[in-house]
């Protein structure tokens, strides 16, 4: 064989890498000699790509046949012992990219950590946990360079090999990095910093038991130094082990509001000290329990017909009303799989779930148990990625992106809130939906699921309809919980009377004065986050609006600025007018802000908490939030749809929903069913326990059919009209929805090609109903304009592979044209 006169033995190979890059091929490398005994397919090397960047990539195919269009360059260096990537994750991978028209490597880029994409944007820094005088290892004379250099400043993976003077520095990367002298992070994170806690323990002194007996009679007349002291051995029993003392208690747990003085006291004079030490970043220590999970006799009933059920199908949909105790079933599930020596996925919505149920699960699985979300940093999410591939963790709770972690051995797969559009992916490529990649991932896995949720999706009732699911309902609270009472405040009278107080109908205000009158607990549901979505000037109508973007600006007090949500851009508040100078300007309409501003006028003595995404950017503004309302020390919890799901609170008796026609009335087809989803989710979190709780919806217009069926709790009524006027109209679950975007900074050009993509696919492609091309609701985001096509095409028809390539092509042979090379065209597959 030769390549371009190049000669190559029977000891010369190639391998195919996919690389994180939106370019719909494998890449050919040379395998150096060195690695020939050592390669496998699966597992990530380092490469040049270009000219310049350094890029990881995984190994897809190893073979013996050079590129015929290029000179193979050389693999760089080789990262892994054995693979991090096994046979499930490359088939799956490759049907996502399949089926969602896009490429492997987009698939790869937003499967793997940024902690296992060495690249050239990533970032060495030194470990600040790292310590010279304690560290067990050798360093060599490179190594030592490094470190120094790295203590003046952060440097980029280039600069690294820049300052050593060579290309191949992984391996001197991967040696410091496992001696714990360096942390790798991208450039776009924050660095990373362990985790860690104040730890208290004797002084080596009073580890003797002759000068701890002294020390008692020493502290006998001061009772608050004496109670710390015997608080830390009834935790750290010194006399039956000394060695106990080294790890100590936790400064939090020893100190409380009244002792904190006197522990402090006692470090001054050298009876204690005080240390920090690293913990585990999950914390979860604990052994896993073994006593079996308690069912009530409706539960056992439920869990006994989905085992059943799983001996003849694959998919069970579990419709349980909010509150009847579908955690303890998947408990339960989750247990028996893990038992019998499968792995489980527990997937749930939003990062916010996780507070709560975590902290469930771990008290009963332990250290078996990951948990895999985007505010966790990369270093933690490489450690859940890793775990799974030793066996470490057998269970996994975690968002979206969760479905693409390694497992090889997967029993029970379950998606909470099986409903909610969080699951689904809008940007960048994939643009997935978590809970339909779940299917395929099972079916490959030979695997169960189970899909849970009070307000099933149309599509999944549809499916359960079909037989393609099995249907089981739990239709009674936990205990002797009931449903709440829906009342509807009508704001058209409301206002003609002037009886309301701002945002508040006098109803809702009542009902607010008499739960915290009794000591309860209210949910405040706005599904708007910021102060008001728009600013005006009373005279001459001016609005501010983005940039980039075809939006108004959301105004938000707190930083008294205007934001744009879709871009980012911002700008002050101005104080005059910019066009008629007029000081006149007002806010129209409320958000999230807003209503904690009104609510702190109308309520002094109530602790009210904000929970958006503004409050909630760290992992710790989530538990902050969450812990302070479990622990009765916020009244009133204000919040957007982040305050609907999942969240179990004994003492809330109060649930208002705001604005509810705003969210029927949004020009999609699923606003309607998602509007009663998020209606009928966020009554759930009243009355959970035995007092009955009450829900006050605000509408202009109460007498709505929908409401009708919010009232009377009627999930599986609402979704029968729901699967008719989607007959009716063609929508899912009757056809498939393809959505393209074109996107262009010239509003002409994007206007042409989208005119002319129309055409072609009306001209080349028989069979599917098309859309369009029109301006969305927001026609220009981030400086690009923006058209839309909607192709529907027949659920049955089983050409949707042959339509999907013809798209492709169409969309090729455009953008090849001149003047469209600067162009986009997304493809948005079974968009939500």
């Known amino acids: 064989m030769t390549q371009e006169g190049l000669e190559f033995d029977t000891h010369t190979f190639f391998a195919d890498l996919i690389l994180p890059v939106p370019i719909p091929k494998l890449f050919t490398y040379r395998v150096p000699a060195v690695l020939n005994e050592v390669i496998k397919i699966g597992q990530r090397v380092i490469v040049q790509f270009g000219q310049k960047k350094i890029l990881t990539g995984i190994i897809s195919r190893i073979h013996q046949s050079p590129p015929i269009e290029y000179e193979a360059k050389y693999i760089l260096e080789l990262i892994d012992e054995n693979e991090v990537i096994g046979k499930h994750q ?416 006098s109803q809702l205000l009542k009902s607010i004065e008499t739960a915290l009158k009794n000591k309860e607990q209210v949910i405040l549901f706005q599904n708007r986050r910021g102060y008001a979505p728009m600013v005006q000037c009373e005279d001459c109508n001016w609005i501010p609006k983005c940039i980039n973007c075809s939006v108004s600006l959301t105004y938000h007090q707190y930083r008294h600025e205007m934001v744009c949500h879709y871009c980012g851009y911002r700008e002050s508040l101005p104080s005059a007018c910019p066009v008629c100078t007029s000081k006149r300007i007002l806010t129209k309409g409320y958000g999230t802000e807003k209503l904690e501003e009104e609510l702190n006028l109308l309520f002094p003595e109530a602790k009210v908490q904000r929970m958006d995404w503004d409050t909630t950017r760290t992992r710790s503004g989530y538990e902050s939030i969450i812990e302070n309302f479990q622990e009765g020390e916020t009244d009133i919890l204000v919040g957007t749809q982040m305050v609907t799901k999942g969240l179990d609170f004994d003492r809330v008796s109060l649930v208002g929903v705001f604005d509810a026609d705003r969210m029927m009335h949004f020009p999609d087809f699923r606003a309607h069913e998602r509007a009663f989803q998020l209606i009928i989710q966020v009554s759930g979190r009243s009355g959970r326990r035995e007092k009955k709780g009450n829900v006050i919806i605000q509408t202009a217009d109460p007498k709505q059919s929908l409401f009708t069926f919010v009232r009377q709790h009627d999930i599986p009524g609402y979704i029968k009209t729901e699967l008719n006027d989607r007959e009716d109209h063609f929508y899912p679950p009757y056809s498939r929805l393809i959505e393209i975007t074109i996107k262009h900074t010239d509003r002409l050009k994007c206007k042409n090609l989208a005119t002319q993509l129309t055409q072609l696919i009306r001209k080349d492609i028989t069979g599917p109903k098309v859309l369009g091309p029109g301006e969305p609701l927001v026609s220009k985001i981030r400086n690009e304009f923006l058209m839309s096509i909607l192709i529907k095409i027949p659920r049955d028809g089983g050409r949707l592979k042959e339509i999907k390539n013809q798209l492709l092509h169409l969309s090729d042979q455009l953008l090849s044209v001149k003047e469209f090379r600067s162009a986009k065209i997304v493809f948005d597959v079974d968009p939500v």
């Open 90 to 505: 490359f088939k799956l991978y490759q049907w996502m990219a399949d089926y969602y028209m896009c490429t492997l490597g987009e698939v790869i880029n937003a499967a793997l950590p940024s902690g296992l994409k060495l690249s050239s944007e990533s970032m060495v820094q030194l470990n600040p946990a790292f310590n010279w005088e304690k560290t067990p290892f050798d360093f060599s004379e490179k190594e030592r360079m490094l470190i120094n250099r790295l203590k003046q400043d952060t440097l980029s993976y280039t600069e690294v090999a820049k300052f050593i003077g060579t290309k191949n520095i992984y391996s001197l990367i991967k040696s410091m990095a496992s001696k714990e002298a360096i942390i790798l992070f991208e450039k776009v994170k924050e660095k990373f910093k362990p985790k860690t806690e104040k730890r208290i323990r004797f002084t080596k002194k009073y580890t003797d038991k002759k000068e701890l007996e002294k020390l008692f009679e020493e502290i006998s007349s001061k009772p608050k130094q004496e109670a710390v002291l015997l608080k830390y051995l009834q935790s750290v029993p010194l006399f039956s082990d000394v060695s106990l003392n080294a790890n100590g208690q936790s400064k939090s747990e020893l100190s409380d509001g009244e002792s904190v003085s006197s522990l402090n006291t006692l470090i001054k004079n050298k009876i204690f000290e005080e240390f920090e030490t690293i913990i585990p970043r999950f914390g979860f220590d604990t052994p896993a329990l073994s006593q079996p999970i308690l069912l009530s006799e409706k539960q056992e009933e439920v869990r006994n017909a989905i085992l059943h059920h799983f001996e003849e199908s694959e998919v069970v949909l579990l419709h349980g009303v909010t509150g009847s105790g579908k955690t303890e079933i998947y408990i339960d599930l989750i247990r028996r799989a893990m038992d019998g020596g499968s792995q489980a996925l527990l997937l749930i919505p939003e990062i916010a779930l996780t507070t709560q149920i975590v902290q469930r699960l771990k008290k009963i699985f332990g250290a078996e148990m990951g948990v895999y979300h985007s505010k966790f940093s990369d270093n933690e999410r490489v450690e859940v990625w890793n775990g799974i591939l030793s066996g470490k963790f057998q269970l996994v709770v975690g968002v979206r992106s969760s479905v693409f972690l390694p497992f090889d051995n997967l029993g029970l797969i379950i998606v909470d809130e099986e409903h909610d559009a969080s699951y689904k992916q809008q940007s960048p490529a994939p643009r997935y939906q978590a809970r339909d990649y779940a299917l395929v991932m099972a079916h490959q896995h030979h695997a169960k699921v189970v899909l849970g949720s009070a307000t099933p999706s149309a599509e999944s009732f549809f499916h359960s309809q079909q037989g393609k699911f099995k249907l089981i309902s739990l239709n009674e609270r936990f205990g002797e919980a009931h449903l709440p009472e829906v009342t509807f405040a009508d704001m058209a009278i409301e206002r003609q009377r002037k009886s309301n107080k701002g945002e508040f109908s």
